[in-house]
């Protein structure tokens, strides 16, 4: 059974930084090739935040790009994104997402930036 499972938001000022994480069971990690992350504001719809390939090769929204880092540890089966100097409009759900025999979301965790 595949698992996915977010952690690391939180309440954090503008300006502050952030690292989440998404650990991964259930499936072999070195197998997954493209790991993304999503996000979605109250209201709004899930969209796409920073995507990185087996390979290491990594894209970002435009609306992140130069303040987050997506990365992968295949030793921890574990997907990060680093973020930094954050923004009230960076506030939502963040969810990790896999796709290998199917597509698999996590739970989410809650990043909440205050002004």
């Known amino acids: 059974q595949v698992q996915l499972v977010e952690s690391g938001g939180g309440l954090v000022q503008t300006g502050g930084s952030l690292r989440l994480s998404c650990a991964v069971s259930?499936?072999?990690?070195?197998?997954?090739?493209?790991m993304r992350w999503f996000r979605q504001a109250p209201g709004k719809t899930r969209d796409f935040v920073a995507i990185i390939s087996g390979g290491g090769l990594t894209t970002y929204a435009a609306a992140v790009k130069g303040r987050c880092t997506i990365s992968r540890d295949n030793a921890k089966s574990t997907v990060y994104l680093d973020m930094e100097d954050l923004k009230p409009e960076d506030t939502a759900v963040y969810y990790c997402?896999?796709?290998?025999?199917?597509?698999?979301w996590g739970q989410g965790t809650q990043v909440t930036v205050s002004s």
């Open positions: 259930g499936i072999r990690f070195e197998e997954i090739n493209e």
């Open positions: 997402n896999i796709r290998r025999f199917g597509e698999f």
